[in-house]
Antibody, heavy 121, light 110 residues
Framework: QLHLQESGPGLVKPSETLSLTCTVS???????????WGWIRQPPGKGLEWIGTVHYTGSNYYNPSLKSRVTISIDTSNNQFSLKVTSVTAADTAVYYCARLQLWFRQTDYWGQGTLVTVSS | QSALTQPASVSGSPGQSITISCTGT?????????VSWYQQYPGKAPKVIIYDVSIRPSGVSDRFSGSKSGNTASLTISGLQAEDEADYYCSSYTSLSTLVFGGGTKLTVL
């Protein structure tokens, strides 16, 4: 059973960079042709927002509304992938989920438990 | 990209059937059969219950079914049970090679 676990600071100051890592176990982020690895967030009391995805080949797809501030990268040697969001504001406060998405994003079949990141001074 | 449109809330009594709609455009829901539905309990990660418009993953109750007509997808839950009370989200692949979610629907079992 694939397992994903988010890690990173729970508190980030405004204007700084939010950095999270997702560690994948019982499976590999590489050699996975039909799968993408991605990040989805959920502000408190609100709905889900897709942030972006990365393929093991390094190709990326990003939410147009976040694209200028977001970088998602993959580290096949450590079986991890990461998220960076620059110039954060209070609007970036959310539970951040890492997840596995199938080709064409037809389903997001595995999710991490989620980690709350609060942007506050 | 704009979020897909879902009703904010729906409700039903045990045993009844309810349907949640998910409206997009020809660039997402209407253009691809890559609509999926997720069930989320408070404080938990979402769980996929329907993908490719109408396919149930292994282990998902057959009380959940999905369909699509034009730019609107629908999730139907039959034989409503108390455990179905949760938030439900739809999502769709888009022509921009992105993923868009609906705003979410809170299901209340009366």
């Amino acid at each position: 059973q694939l397992h994903l676990q988010e890690s990173g600071p729970g508190l980030v100051k405004p204007s700084e960079t939010l950095s999270l890592t997702c560690t994948v176990s019982s499976g590999s982020v590489s050699n996975s042709r039909g799968f993408y690895w991605g990040w989805i967030r959920q502000p408190p009391g609100k709905g889900l927002e897709w942030i972006g995805t990365v393929h093991y080949t390094g190709s990326n797809y990003y939410n147009p509304s976040l694209k200028s501030r977001v970088t998602i990268s993959i580290d096949t040697s450590n079986n991890q992938f990461s998220l960076k969001v620059t110039s954060v504001t209070a609007a970036d406060t959310a539970v951040y989920y890492c997840a596995r998405l199938q080709l064409w994003f037809r389903q997001t079949d595995y999710w991490g438990q989620g980690t709350l990141v609060t942007v506050s001074s | 990209q704009s979020a897909l449109t879902q009703p904010a809330s729906v409700s039903g009594s045990p045993g009844q059937s309810i349907t949640i709609s998910c409206t997009g455009t020809s660039s997402d829901v209407g253009g691809y059969n890559y609509v999926s539905w997720y069930q989320q309990y408070p404080g938990k990660a979402p769980k996929v219950i329907i993908y490719d418009v109408s396919i149930r993953p292994s282990g998902v109750s057959d009380r959940f079914s999905g369909s699509k007509s034009g730019n609107t997808a629908s999730l139907t839950i039959s034989g409503l049970q108390a455990e179905d009370e949760a938030d439900y989200y739809c999502s769709s692949y888009t022509s921009l090679s992105t993923l868009v979610f609906g705003g979410g629907t809170k299901l209340t079992v009366l």
